[in-house]
T-cell receptor, first 109, second 115 residues
């Protein structure tokens, strides 16, 4: 099946540091999505990527759709305490969406 | 508030019991999706309904069932509960059947604890 491998599982960083996380798969996807989930809430869409090679930014967040269509990364620059949460990648293929296991981000002030 | 309402927020029940989780989609959305999130896991797709009809099935156990009512709210029924069913259950809604996932709006989830 189309499994997504997301890494790292968790990150503990200092406020102001940059963060990088990625998702890989053995299968290709048509789109890549990055979601953030805060405690007690459902996932909220951060960035959507529509085609291979695409690089998209949303404020301090930047994500790229890998050329092979089998991977994607998310970078967060100059982290702040409210960046804390679990970040999920998701890939879609023929309207089927699969999620990675998430990266739990902790930011120390 | 995302517009997708899930109740209850928390549920604690014993093994072997049966529970019903409820989801009201965002106003105007016809599709409802159910996901299960176990501890430290991603979201596993369970089932999708569109305008009252089942449209897609994921890794949903036979002990689980769902339905979508004429008013478009949906219920997920979990029976013969086991300890391993403890998880967060999310509902998401979107406007159309073949909607891109960009159109999904998630609720806040129901945390089920089976003891």
């Amino acid at each position: 099946g189309q499994q997504l491998n997301q890494s790292p599982q968790s990150m503990f960083i200092q406020e102001g540091e940059d963060v990088s996380m990625n998702c890989t798969s053995s299968s290709i996807f048509n789109t890549w999505l990055w979601y953030k989930q805060e405690p007690g809430e459902g996932p909220v869409l951060l960035i959507a990527l529509y085609k291979a090679g695409e690089l998209t930014s949303n404020g301090r967040l930047t994500a790229q759709f890998g050329i092979t269509r089998k991977d994607s990364f998310l970078n967060i620059s100059a982290s702040i305490p409210s960046d804390v949460g679990i970040y999920f990648c998701a890939g879609t293929f023929n309207n089927d969406m699969r999620f990675g296991a998430g990266t739990r981000l902790t930011v120390k002030p | 508030d995302s517009g997708v309402t899930q109740t209850p927020k928390h549920l604690i029940t014993a093994t072997g019991q049966r529970v019903t989780l409820r989801c009201s989609p965002r106003s105007g959305d016809l599709s409802v999706y159910w996901y299960q999130q176990s501890l430290d896991q991603g979201l596993q797709f369970l089932i999708q309904y569109y305008n009252g009809e089942e449209r897609a099935k994921g890794n949903i156990l036979e002990r689980f069932s769902a339905q979508q009512f004429p008013d478009l709210h949906s219920e997920l029924n979990l029976s013969s509960l086991e300890l391993g069913d403890s998880a967060l259950y999310f509902c998401a809604s979107s406007a159309r059947f073949r909607d891109s996932p960009f159109g999904y709006t998630f609720g806040s989830g129901t945390r089920l604890t089976v003891v």
